[in-house]
């Protein structure tokens, strides 16, 4: 099935340092969603975004829609021990059926 | 906020045999769930959309017959993963779809071992 291309595929960082990962398609999505999924968790979400060009934070984290609705980045800005995990964008094309696509996931460690 | 609950957490079972994964929606009503499949350091891939009340649509290379998928109330949907075999071990996760706005809600997931 259809994925989107999600960079870098791993991060080891030291704790206090910025992060940021990007996600891009081929194709117009008309949401993009970012979520953290713990091992043995389901994802929970961080991030929604609606518009393009919206801007968007969340504490420490902050996430933006592209101009051309093909891309999002993220953001996490001072990273802590508790950032550790799998980070994933992911994209509906269209808004009504609710389908998500996924992209290949950014697992983060974080060096205390 | 929104819940949604997967039971079981963990399930073993023997190849050939079948099993039920259960997705409620805890604290709202969801016309419409989704299931998904996580093989290991994989992402998540949708196997198909559960519809309350209707068949569920599923997608492409996703076998019907061996996945059931039984949308009876608008607070359960259960997957049956039927005839399983070691290739089906995976970590399944559900989503709903919340009233009004429409955000997705993920369940806990369910990892299921086939020996």
């Known amino acids: 099935g259809q994925q989107l291309n999600q960079s870098p595929q791993s991060m080891f960082i030291q704790e206090g340092e910025d992060v940021s990962m990007n996600c891009t398609s081929s194709s117009i999505f008309n949401t993009w969603l970012w979520y953290k999924q713990d091992p043995g968790e389901g994802p929970v979400l961080l991030i929604a975004?609606?518009?393009?060009?919206e801007l968007t934070s969340n504490g420490r984290l902050t996430a933006q829609f592209g101009i051309t609705r093909k891309d999002s980045f993220l953001n996490i800005s001072a990273s802590i021990p508790s950032d550790v995990g799998i980070y994933f964008c992911a994209g509906h094309r269209s808004s009504n059926t609710g389908k998500l696509i996924f992209g290949q996931g950014t697992t983060l460690q974080v060096k205390p | 906020g929104a819940v949604v609950s997967q039971h079981p957490s963990w399930v073993i079972c023997k190849s050939g045999t079948s099993v039920k994964i259960e997705c409620r929606s805890l604290d709202f009503q969801a016309t419409t769930m989704f299931w998904y499949r996580q093989f290991p350091k994989q992402s998540l891939m949708l196997m198909a959309t559960?519809?309350?009340?209707?068949?569920?649509?599923?997608e492409q290379g996703v076998e019907k017959d061996k996945f059931l998928i039984n949308h009876a109330s608008l607070t359960l949907s259960t997957l049956t993963v039927t005839s399983a075999h070691p290739e089906d071990s995976s970590f399944y996760i559900c989503s709903a779809k919340g009233e009004g706005t429409g955000e997705l809600f993920f369940g806990e997931g369910s990892r299921l071992t086939v020996l």
């Open positions: 559960s519809n309350e009340g209707s068949k569920a649509t599923y």
């Open positions: 975004l609606y518009k393009a060009g």
